[in-house]
Nanobody
C-alpha cells in the first residue's frame, strides 16, 4: 500500500523558514519523480518543486526558484522541501506527490499518481 506522509508545516512570519518532510513507503522509488505541489484557498493546485528519485534532477516553479530547495534521502525514503524567505503568498496546503518519471509533465499536477494528505503552511505578514 502506497503511503506518503507529510510533516513540518506550521505558522511562520514572512522572511522565515520551514522544512517539510515526506516519508514514503510502498513504492518502487527508482522509477518515480517526487514532487511538492500546493493549493491556496480558491486557487488551482500549483507545482512547487520535484526531484527524480534515481538521478536527483530537480525542478522548480517560477515563484519559488532561489528560495525553496527540494532534496531526497534514499536511505530514509524521505523527500524534503526547504523553504526560505517565505512570503504571505506562499500560504497554502502543501502536498507531497509521486509520478512515474516517464509519464506526464513534472509541473502538471494531473501527472501525479500518488498523493499525501497535505500539510498547512501559513506565512503571516
Amino acid at each position: 500500500q502506497v503511503q506518503l506522509a507529510e510533516s513540518g508545516g506550521g505558522l511562520v512570519q514572512a522572511g522565515g523558514s520551514l522544512r517539510l518532510s515526506c516519508a514514503a513507503s510502498g513504492l518502487s522509488f527508482s522509477t518515480l519523480t517526487m514532487g511538492w505541489l500546493r493549493q491556496a484557498p480558491g486557487k488551482e493546485r500549483e507545482f512547487v518543486a520535484a526531484v527524480t528519485w534515481s538521478v536527483g534532477n530537480t525542478y522548480y516553479g517560477d515563484s519559488v526558484k532561489g528560495r525553496f530547495t527540494i532534496s531526497r534521502d534514499n536511505a530514509k525514503n524521505t523527500v524534503y522541501l526547504q523553504m526560505n524567505s517565505l512570503k504571505p503568498e506562499d500560504t497554502a496546503v502543501y502536498y507531497c506527490a509521486g509520478k512515474y518519471s516517464t509519464q506526464g509533465d513534472v509541473n502538471n499536477y494531473s501527472s501525479y499518481k500518488y498523493w499525501g494528505q497535505g500539510t498547512q503552511v501559513t506565512v503571516s505578514s
